[in-house]
């Protein structure tokens, strides 16, 4: 059983950074895509990033150019790096990831404060 568990969640100024991460646990294969996906208060769930297992990565128009996806497959951990972060990132943000199925990680909140 694939198991997806976020870290380094936390509250940020407005213009600061952060980083997420994502640890995969309980299969030998590489999950593909990875990504993360936010859902603030009343929203629905939406893609922030993607990234393949050969690297290639996919953004959110919102994100373009202040986050960055990145993956170790061999610590089978996925990373988002989020720089000049804005009060509507404030979210819980998801790990996700397919092995045939979709598997989700439990949440990060993530709150910028302005």
């Known amino acids: 059983q694939v198991q997806l568990v976020e870290s380094g969640g936390g509250l940020v100024q407005a213009g600061g950074s952060l980083t997420i991460s994502c640890a995969a646990s309980?299969?030998?294969?590489?999950?593909?895509?990875m990504g993360w996906y936010r859902q603030a208060p009343g929203k629905q769930r939406e893609l922030v990033a993607t990234i393949t297992s050969g690297g290639n990565t996919n953004y959110a128009d919102s994100v373009k150019g202040r986050f960055t996806i990145s993956r170790d497959n061999a610590k089978k951990t996925l990373y988002l790096q989020m720089n000049s972060l804005k009060p509507e990132d404030t979210a819980v943000y998801y790990c996700y990831g397919r092995l045939g199925v979709a598997y989700w990680g439990q949440g990060t909140q993530v709150t910028v404060s302005s």
């Open positions: 309980g299969s030998s294969f590489s999950l593909n895509p």
